[in-house]
């Protein structure tokens, strides 16, 4: 189904209106989805695909991985939330994964944006260059 230009910028008004201090508040996001419900206006279905979208994407955008091949000590835990949320911004929901298969280091992965520097990953990076 093709999505009207009109209902991207409804989309957009209402995912703008569901903001609060630049972070997206659920119990708005709620209202805004039974109102829209409530009232069906011309095209709200297409209206509400792309208000889900727009959500998801900035709850990705505000969801980190943190893998590391061994388990993270608390203080390494807090320097990386402290510098993750330097450049991301506050809001963010950082959570720790341990996965053995990365030998050393760390991948993270903050929406679409991936930071590898583990030893599996310089592995993969020389295995392609060969």
Do not use: H
């Not at 979208?53 to 807090?78: F, M, S």
């Not at 929406?111 to 590898?116: A, L, N, R």
């Amino acid at each position: 189904m093709k999505i009207s230009k009109q209902s991207r910028r409804d989309a957009k008004a209402l995912f703008s209106a569901c903001r609060v201090n630049g972070l997206l508040d659920e119990t708005r996001v709620r209202t805004a989805v039974t109102q829209v419900i409530a009232q069906k206006p011309r095209g709200y279905v297409g209206t509400l695909k792309q208000f889900q979208r727009l959500v998801k994407l900035d709850i990705d955008r505000r969801t980190a991985r943190v893998e590391n091949a061994i388990e993270t000590t608390p203080a390494q835990v807090e320097a990386i939330k402290a510098n993750l949320e330097r450049q991301y911004g506050s809001g963010l929901n950082v959570s720790f994964w341990v996965n053995p298969a990365l030998i050393g280091g760390l991948r993270i992965k903050v929406g679409s944006d991936i930071y590898d520097g583990s030893v599996a990953g310089r592995l993969a990076e020389i295995k392609n260059s060969l």
